[in-house]
């Protein structure tokens, strides 16, 4: 990621707002090749005076379990009947089990993750097909080699597979950057629904298209991302009909100008260039779901009269919803004044992150909030708890954050956002994997086969 350096009383905080890109030399992967080493998030800049974390603390306990002997959960979610409804082909359940991995570099440790997922109980793991990986020698010089053995392994531990198909930002590109890049980035998406027909479950069409740094550094469009949607779309469908088409995550980000565009901005932007119905343009909303400093039952209207919980940010009250995971509750007032109340929506990111760094952004939302490894945990089961007993059944996926990339430090935001700690051959359990192994198992009446007995 880039890092922006801080100085302490009066300063300009950049409020990081998760982007997690996953594999290869992308930005979600510790081990970028190209771009930088971990996720680049959104940059909100706040004038506001802050007052110094302490110092540096060790090792919060629990960060890294001894290998293969996994923490105790912190939580005790009662095993009960899934809450879930199927909703139309069955594809998707309300809501729907999910977790990001990193599988692109080693196969070895593309296995293990993969064996973590499903004994966990998730029923979808998400992975970032770069272009630039992929179609990156030249328009139709396709290399489909670590594409091709995901899928394969994917398919091995019986998990469904939701695609984000998207460029790596920053990046010098044979293709360019959007919106001029709309046309081949849609004869991509086809290519890749073609190759993985009905192997590949669902895409995801781009990711953050409200931010400048993922919009080729230009002011974002929704109506050109709206643009680009149809185009891509329109390729996949005709290459795989059954394939699900979810748009891009918004950032979170209550910032408006050149650098970056609000959620609710930018989708109501792409409901106006659709012209009043997105048939032909989309079957899932993507959203993010961030945590921020809050539990995830907490209504959003508690955070706006709160500054310490939005970190005294100036904006707008109506900007400030967006520091609670319930936010998504406002997507969907939106779809639902856009008509689009019989369409889902897909979180595609949500998580806390424990950040106990007394230098980083993150602090004021992670260990300065409270967030410690065992209320991650417990807010993650509680997410999903909340989803099922409020949002059915327009609540599909639910994509918690990570299974990270194994070369993770503690320098790295990655680290902190992920369930289970970084490391190969060993595995590091967290609470959160636990207390998510735990639940998730317990809904279908079984138990998680790594729980301390």
């Known amino acids: 990621m880039t890092k922006t350096r801080l100085t302490w009383g009066v300063v300009w905080p950049w409020l990081l707002l998760l982007v997690p890109l996953t594999l290869g030399p992308l930005l979600g992967s510790c081990a970028s090749s190209i771009a930088s080493a971990t996720p680049t998030p959104t940059k909100t800049p706040l004038v506001v005076a ?14 890294a379990a001894a290998p293969a002997s996994p923490v105790a959960p912190t939580t005790a979610p009662s095993p009960t009947t899934r809450p879930v ?5 069955g594809t998707m359940t309300s809501p729907d089990f999910a977790v990001q991995a990193f599988l692109w570099w080693r196969e070895e440790v593309a296995d293990r993750d993969l064996q973590l ?4 109980n998730f029923r979808w793991v998400k992975q970032y097909f770069s272009w630039q990986d992929i179609e990156g020698a030249g328009k139709g010089q396709f290399d489909w080699t670590h594409t091709d053995r995901i899928v394969d392994q994917t398919q091995k531990y019986g998990l469904k597979l939701v695609v984000r198909l998207s460029a790596v930002p920053d990046v010098p590109f044979w293709a360019g950057t959007p919106p001029q890049s709309t046309k081949d980035f849609a004869d991509f998406a086809t290519a890749v629904a073609a190759r993985y027909k009905g192997r590949v479950q669902a895409y995801q069409v781009w990711n953050e298209p409200n931010l400048a740094r993922e919009w080729g550094n230009k002011r974002p469009d929704p109506a050109a991302y709206a643009k680009m949607l149809k185009a891509t779309y329109t390729g996949i469908k005709h290459a795989d009909p059954q394939a699900m088409v979810i748009t891009a995550g918004m ?3 209550t910032r408006n100008d050149d650098v970056a565009m609000p959620d609710m901005y ?11 119905s997105s048939t032909g343009y989309f079957d899932v909303l993507g959203a993010h779901g961030t945590g921020w400093a809050v539990a995830p039952e907490t209504d959003p209207q508690t955070v706006v009269n709160d500054p310490k919980l939005h970190n ?41 992150t424990t950040d106990s760094r007394p230098n980083s952004p993150y602090y004021w939302f992670g260990a300065g909030a409270g967030i410690d490894e065992k209320t991650q945990g417990e807010y993650l089961v509680r997410a999903y708890q909340y989803a099922a007993a ?4 327009w609540i599909g996926l639910m994509t918690a954050i990570y299974i990270p990339d194994v070369q993770c430090t503690r320098e790295d935001e990655q680290y902190w956002w992920s369930i289970i700690g970084p490391g190969y051959p060993d595995s590091y359990w967290r609470a959160a994997y636990m207390d998510l192994c735990i639940f998730l198992n317990g809904l279908d009446g079984k138990t998680c086969k790594n729980a301390p007995h």
């Open 251 to 253: 950032a979170p980000t």
């Open 390 to 393: 409020h949002w059915q059944p």
């Open 85 to 89: 409804q199927t909703v139309g082909d």
């Open 50 to 63: 802050i007052t110094p974390p302490p110092a540096a603390t060790a090792e919060p306990k629990g960060t």
């Open 266 to 276: 930018f989708y109501q932007g792409m409901y106006d260039a659709m012209g009043g």
């Open 312 to 352: 005294n940010d100036p904006s707008a009250p109506e900007l400030l919803r967006v520091y609670a995971f319930r936010h998504v509750e406002d997507v969907r007032a939106l779809m639902v004044k856009n008509g689009d109340k019989d369409k889902r929506i897909a979180i595609l990111e949500f998580g806390w």
């Open 117 to 120: 997922i499903r004994d966990a």
